[in-house]
């Protein structure tokens, strides 16, 4: 069994004046406990919700006596979690500050402070008593909540000021049954390149995370400086300018598309989905040419967390097992000869040092993959056609399996199936 869970944004209507006003002074205090709590972690190196609990309960409860009690709970899970990743991304030197901003507040509800009041209304528990608020569902809304979902006791409210509407974060969560793989369908995640083999067939699904990243991220700055000359540095033009930008919608929407096409090739052939794991820091071998620390991480967040994410996301939803794998040497070892692959400099051809055939990089590590997780869970899957860890020397040789089909941006984004991304005859012939 696996738990998936999703997060489901649903609006309010447009709330009146004087009740939108309670909303505003119960942020008001949430932020200001939040800014003093994740201080005083950050200060304190305290990443752990009930150790800032236990120190911090009572005095939050007397600085707002008229506030719900659950309030200080909530604040506590907000500021542990605000100042554990901080207190991470200074550890890698990814931040000059020395504290954490509290820029954008959500305010985080429990079962004490919020409950659903009919399908289309909720309550929210507010320094003035339970106030009602109605909300503008929408297709998901109600696929999720037809749909065998639960409504999770957790959730998050967002101030639209400019609406005065409520912004409300539900989360859904279902138990799904995972099935037991026959197979293994191997997924292997560079900055650019998504490579997945699925049966002895490799495919190079092209991304461009690493020039999308870089790209808005020099455009960003551009736009920085010329705002920074003109404006001083505090200018709102520039925050709206950055926005329209949409890095990270552009980014996410790739990824999920990526996510469904392995996750409904793995459920239907029903095959494990096997990945790398990936280790708390930067793959720095792979963006070694980027000197920006934060740059890089951004990279590493965007290509590999993220696709990788997205699998897993979607693989909990339809009950497809994932197995992760150390992806140690996955692309410098020849799979048929367990010898050194050898690539001469920048090129992601290599040649095998004892069979002499040559392999792409990414499909390389695809094997890799696959064979390790055959390997590690002995399973029933069937044979790899004449592939198998003792280094007999098997034929993939003049076939060229290992030939991986390019598919380019453009055109698998628009698919929403591999079936589909086969027959099409403008990927027929394209070589790397
Ligand atoms: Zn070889």
């Known amino acids: 069994m696996s738990e998936a869970t999703k997060t489901v944004v649903v609006r309010s209507t447009p709330l009146p004046r004087k009740v939108f006003r309670v909303f505003i002074e119960l942020e008001g205090m949430y932020r200001n406990m ?5 201080l005083y972690a950050v200060r304190n190196g305290i990443t752990s919700f009930t150790r800032l609990k236990a120190l911090k309960y009572r005095e939050l409860r007397s600085l707002y006596p008229q506030l719900p009690s659950h309030y200080a709970y909530t604040v506590c899970q907000d500021a542990s979690t605000r100042a554990k990743s901080f207190l991470k991304l ?13 820029n954008r507040v959500s305010i985080w509800l429990d079962d004490h402070l919020w409950r659903l009041k009919s399908l289309m209304s909720i309550e929210i528990a507010t320094h003035k008593g339970w106030v009602t608020i109605e909300l503008e569902p929408h297709k998901q809304y109600w696929k999720y909540l037809n749909g065998g979902w639960r409504l999770a006791s957790e959730a998050k409210v967002k101030l639209d000021k400019k609406n005065r509407r409520l912004i409300v974060y539900l989360v859904f969560k279902k138990c799904v049954e995972m099935f037991k793989p ?18 002895d067939k490799a495919f190079l699904f092209e991304t461009g995370f690493r020039d999308i990243v870089l790209g808005y991220y020099y455009r960003r700055k551009r736009i920085q400086e010329r705002y920074d000359k003109l404006y001083g540095a505090s200018c709102r033009a520039r925050g709206r300018i950055l926005k ?6 552009k980014k996410s929407d790739l990824k999920w598309k990526l996510a469904n096409i392995v996750v409904r090739v793995a459920r239907e052939k029903q095959y494990a989905v096997v990945l790398e794991e990936l280790g708390e820091e930067p793959a720095k071998e792979m963006i070694n040419n980027v000197k920006d620390d934060q740059l890089r991480h951004r990279i590493y967040q965007a290509s590999f967390k993220g696709v990788q994410r997205a699998i ?29 692959i050898v690539y001469s400099n920048g090129c ?37 056609r004449g592939l198998s860890l003792d280094g007999s020397p098997m034929p993939l040789g003049s076939t060229a399996t290992h030939d ?5 941006r453009t055109l698998w984004a628009r698919w929403k199936s591999l079936d589909k991304t086969l027959k099409n005859p403008k990927i027929k012939g394209m070589t790397i």
């Open 182 to 199: 026959r197979g293994f369908i191997s997924v292997d995640v560079n900055e650019n390149h998504v490579a997945v083999l699925v049966d």
């Open 312 to 340: 897993e996301e979607k693989a909990r939803e339809h009950g497809v097992p994932v197995i992760y794998i150390d992806p140690k040497n996955t692309s410098r070892m020849c799979p048929v000869h367990n010898a050194k």
């Open 244 to 249: 329209r930008l949409k890095e990270r919608r």
């Open 90 to 102: 200074k550890k890698r030197g990814l931040t000059r500050r020395d504290y954490p901003e509290v």
């Open 348 to 384: 992601r051809i290599g040649r095998c040092s004892k069979g002499g055939e040559l392999w792409h990089r990414d499909v390389v590590a695809c094997y890799n993959l696959l064979l390790r997780a055959r390997v590690g869970n002995g399973s029933n899957a069937p044979s790899l």
């Open 34 to 38: 939040v800014e003093q709590l994740v």
């Open 404 to 408: 991986p089909t390019v598919v380019t």
